[in-house]
């Protein structure tokens, strides 16, 4: 393939925008290097890039886009809202009309507050829990990603339960402090530090189904063990929906293993493309929020009209009908695919997998945490990612990283990429 012109756009893009992107997982150093590709069109399940190669799209935006490039439905809502104004700075009736919507489908959603992304969301549930509970610490599992904002990026180390140190320069140790790490799907060690440090924990931040180390599912009964703990120390319990909400079933992960958390954070998906993000959860916990309480949280452009329009409109396509069987056989015809020509290729892959999101995992036989995932062969993905990439199949750069399937891939796309994989696995043999 010919990425004579993304090379030329990455080129200069270095000279005006630090690291040529304006977020780091779009480089490719997760993947030992190369050039971006830079997109030019969408349509459906596939994209185009500014050197003329198509791609089946399995990056999905990294999430939001699970009904196709330029769906109809939501491009008319967003066109129109450009229209009619895209900002007020007023309240208009579609924020009522979509949190009436959000909270029909999730219904531990009291009250909700609209943000611009996932990582304000989540923040200031964060926030909100330390106000309520009057507590500063939080307790989080290694390897889920909840945003960039200060207290979310720690990691524990190697430790299985310690006092977090911050993953990224520009954090106070002070911060990281605060944030205790311990392994997803180890209900032990997350008690054990909830019986050291519960009384000064204001909430448990949980991905419910991880897709920020790959699609890991929690054990059976894991989730309700850590919402039994939480409260017995009166701490709260949030959920990250960020990826999962309305991914998996018209509803939430906390639908899907009947628990229910105190409050959940949401972003993507709910916004069909646009910048968005929410929040809600228990009617008293979310009136700590200002103007009714004392915990402060704003924005300037959350609740716009367009992201209104187009989470609205993409949720209605969310509703038709037979829409998550769809994706879910899609995507368990994909995975059986690459697993049959791994194994013909003789590759050792493992494939983790809910509805119409999965993740490869190389030289492994199962991942349930961060650290298995983690000491999946990074090398060997990133040159089927590459190998994939020749075949016109995008993928995200990135081990850690989930395919999304689209409500427009097809049993073609599936064959295609099948195929495409099956040669991808046969040329690292050689
Ligand atoms: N929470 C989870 C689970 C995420 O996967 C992400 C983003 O990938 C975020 C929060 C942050 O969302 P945003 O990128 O919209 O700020």
Redo the contacts with the bound molecule.
Sequence with gaps: MNFSTSKALHDEALNHIVGGVNSPSRAYKGVGGGTPVYMDHGKGAYFWDVDGNQYIDYLGA??PIITGHGHPHIAEAISNAAKTGVLYGTPTKLENQFAKMLKSAIPSLEKVRFTN????A?MTTVRVARAYTGRNKIIKFSG?????FDSVLVEAGSGPATLGTPDSAGIPQSVAEDVITVPFNDTDTFQKAMERWGDEMAAVLV?PIV??FGIVKPHDGFLKRVNDIAHDAGSLVIY?E??TAFRFTYGSAQQIYGVTPDMT?M??IIGGGLPI?AYGGRQDIMEQVAPLGPAYQSGTMAGNPASMASGIACLEVLQEPRVYEELDRLGERLENGILEKASEAGIPISVNRMCGALTVYFGTDSVENYDEADASDGDAFARFFHLMLEEGINLAPSKFEAWFLTTEHTDEDINATIEAAGKAFAAMTE
């Design positions: 990294y999430g992304s996932g990582t304000e989540v889920s990603y909840h945003g960039h991905e897709g920020n990250d960020v990826i954070a972003g993507k993000g």
